[in-house]
Antibody
Framework: EVQLVQSGGGLVQPGGSLRLSCAAS????????MHWVRQAPGKGLEWVSG????????GYVVSVKGRFTISRDNAKNSLYLQMNSLRDEDTALYYC???????????????WGLGTLVTVSS | QSALTQPATVSGSPGQSITISCTGT?????????VSWYQEHPGKAPKLIIY???NRPSGVSSRFSASKSGNTASLTISGLQAEDEADYYC??????????FGTGTKVTVL
């Protein structure tokens, strides 16, 4: 059974940092690209970042470029999102999601984590 | 890239068919056959219901079908049921190697 167990969310002040983690199990982690998708309270889905199986291809939504860094450790079956210079508008539920391919040239997501809430507020 | 454009709400009576549109540009929807659709019930993670424009994952009801013409993709729900009441999002791969979601559509079963 595919499982994506997320951790690392919480309350942080504007300008602060947080690191989200996603521990994967039930599949061969280094066969798949991985992504982060977020959803602000009462709002729609927004793709945040994605990374190919070998970390060779990485992408970010424009609003987080230069502030967020996606990474993965295939030996630990884990995905991470380092979030720096956080803003109020980054407040959202962040989902770890598994791509159905190794690259992310055609990303679609059958498996989602439960989400971890990030609240940016003073 | 801007979010793909979806109608805010679509409603229908049980048994009817409804269609949700998803309009983008030639840099996303029109440029690739990489459109997906997701169903989201309150408090739950989204569920993939369509991928690669027209394909249904195993276990998804055949009442869900989809298509694309030019820069607009469409999702049709046939034989509308109470359980179909949810939010629906389209998504598309883009020419700058990112993914963009639609604005979302709330489906109401009257």
């Amino acid at each position: 059974e595919v499982q994506l167990v997320q951790s690392g969310g919480g309350l942080v002040q504007p300008g602060g940092s947080l690191r989200l983690s996603c521990a994967a199990s039930g599949f061969t982690f280094d066969n798949y690209a991985m992504h982060w998708v977020r959803q602000a309270p009462g709002k729609g889905l927004e793709w945040v970042s994605g990374m190919s199986w070998d970390s060779g291809d990485i992408g970010y939504v424009v609003s987080v470029k230069g502030r967020f860094t996606i990474s993965r450790d295939n030996a630990k079956n884990s995905l991470y999102l380092q979030m720096n210079s956080l803003r109020d508008e980054d407040t959202a539920l962040y989902y770890c999601v598994r791509d159905e391919g190794a690259s992310y040239y055609n990303p679609y997501f059958k498996y989602w984590g439960l989400g971890t809430l990030v609240t940016v507020s003073s | 890239q801007s979010a793909l454009t979806q109608p805010a709400t679509v409603s229908g009576s049980p048994g009817q068919s409804i269609t949700i549109s998803c309009t983008g540009t030639s840099s996303n929807v029109g440029g690739f056959n990489y459109v997906s659709w997701y169903q989201e019930h309150p408090g739950k993670a989204p569920k993939l219901i369509i991928y690669d424009v027209i394909n249904r994952p195993s276990g998804v009801s055949s009442r869900f079908s989809a298509s694309k013409s030019g820069n607009t993709a469409s999702l049709t729900i046939s034989g509308l049921q109470a359980e179909d009441e949810a939010d629906y999002y389209c998504s598309s791969y883009t020419s700058i190697n990112t993914l963009v979601f639609g604005t979302g559509t709330k489906v109401t079963v009257l």
